[in-house]
């Protein structure tokens, strides 16, 4: 995508001095990443559920290939969505129409019928493609060039997607699991089976609340966002690319093989893990039983607790900080790390429910290699590809991220509850994958750092 409009004088009216319009992207984010999370937590546990239990009844293999479906889905309409806010619609409108369809989307998973469910799937995942690669344009689109705010200002932004992460774990879980919740149904004359689209129901009054906050704070963001700007005026025709622009170019494509690893063990959060936490983990805490959706909050939570730690530790290294090559090894092994614990979580679960504390460590691991890789990730992209060129390769990872999505789905697929030595292979199998691809890359970082143009540390 182009820059967008940005704004024309400095704004430091806002929360802690940021411009008044990151107060409106804040709580947009905030309500839509409530709404994505908070589906996705019921997602493959609805679609295995049995219809007593008012679920679909899919096999585990075809809801799993569901779920990655339409997470591949969520990753590839990013494209066309940037494309369509930078040739026609622009980013606000783009927002807002991408939070409408989502919204739509989720209120038709509350109705029962199968279309309805596969309908809502599929408007989610047009919405997102149009609401989420705009609006953190316009987060940038807020600060001109070179404002010192702009890093701190995608934190806070950031802030805001983990609190959602946090809220939609917790509340949308509660409504479909909780027998609390279904005992309360019951006395009010609903359906306790019906639970499940009580949870999808509450993902879509959380956009539709992101929604109206948005409408009405349009008058904080200017003039940020309005107008197309691609193609508004006709450039130059551009230089051809040099060598040093194909060697970093190498180093992106490079770096994109290993993101597909890392997503595909990545997203098993959301699909065999949630498996596991659901059939066969103690879901209990002093006697008291909870959702086991709620396990989906701790992403969220362990990201709000380690982000600020990282920022220090690579502001305290200084120039000593690994490269970032390295920091994708890095991430990369933590990630094999978290899923190598996953070995004797599933042996011990041979004899039983298994302790709530072996998905907090494996979820604390995981979440340790997101931090590490999103402080690398697409800044990397944005730093080594051609000016022209930014947005090309910034699809192209979008791209990476969808067949991670699809792959991932194939993997959680194999999950078999009644076979948890079988799990440990699983599991095993894919620690072994990506702490083979860490060494890999540990081993290429020299080679990386030089088609970066940078020295080798």
Request: aromatic share 12%.
């Amino acid at each position: 995508m182009e820059a967008i409009e940005t704004s024309i004088t400095p704004d430091t009216q806002g929360l802690f001095g940021h411009p008044r319009g990151l107060t409106t992207l804040f709580f947009t984010e905030l309500w839509e990443r409530f709404s994505y999370y908070g589906m996705r937590t019921l997602l493959i546990l609805y679609m295995t559920a049995s219809a007593a239990q008012g679920g679909l009844g899919f096999s585990i293999p075809h809801a799993a290939s569901v779920y990655g479906t339409y997470t591949m889905s969520v990753y590839l309409l990013a494209l066309p969505g940037g494309f369509l806010a930078d040739r026609l619609l622009g980013a606000r409108w783009a927002v807002l129409m991408g939070g409408l369809v989502i919204a739509t989307g989720h209120f038709a998973m509350t109705m029962a019928p199968l279309p309805c469910f596969y309908t809502g799937l599929t408007l989610i995942a047009v919405g997102t493609g149009l609401l989420k690669p705009n609006i953190s344009a316009m987060v940038g689109g807020l600060y001109a060039p070179g404002d010192p705010r702009r890093d701190s200002g995608f934190s806070l932004f950031f802030l805001g997607i983990n609190l959602g992460v946090i809220l939609a774990g917790l509340v949308c879980s509660y409504l479909a699991q909780s027998e609390g919740f279904k005992a309360m149904l019951v006395l009010a004359g609903f359906d306790p089976t019906r639970s499940w689209h009580w949870g999808f129901g509450a993902a879509g009054v959380g956009m539709a609340i992101g929604l109206v906050q948005y409408v009405t704070g349009q008058h904080r963001l200017g003039g940020v966002g309005l107008k197309a700007t691609r193609g508004a005026v006709a450039s130059p025709p551009a230089p051809p690319l040099t060598r040093r622009d194909w060697q970093r170019m190498a180093a992106i494509f490079i770096l994109f093989a290993f993101t597909i690893v890392f997503g595909t063990a990545s997203e098993q959060a959301g699909s065999s893990l949630n498996l596991f936490a659901d059939r066969l983990t103690r879901t209990e805490i002093g006697g008291r039983a909870f959702p086991s959706g709620w396990f989906q909050a701790l992403p969220g939570l362990y990201v709000l607790l380690l982000a600020p730690l990282f920022s220090l530790l690579w502001i305290r290294l200084g120039n000593r900080q690994p490269s970032s090559p390295a920091k994708f090894s890095l991430s990369l092994l933590f990630l094999g790390l978290s899923f190598l614990l996953m070995v004797p979580a599933c042996l011990v679960a041979t004899r039983g429910a298994v302790s709530p504390l072996w998905l907090l460590g494996v979820f604390f691991l995981l979440e340790v290699g997101s931090v590490v890789l999103n402080t690398v990730g697409l800044s990397t992209v944005t730093r080594l590809a051609p000016p022209r060129l930014v947005g090309v390769m910034m699809g192209v990872w979008f791209l990476a991220s969808a067949v991670a999505s699809k792959i991932a789905g194939y993997f959680a697929g194999m999950f078999d509850e009644n076979q948890p030595e079988r799990m440990a292979h699983l599991f095993g199998f894919v620690s072994l994958y990506v702490l083979l691809a860490a060494g890999l890359l540990a081993l290429l970082t020299p080679f990386v750092r030089r088609l970066m143009g940078e020295g080798s540390r």
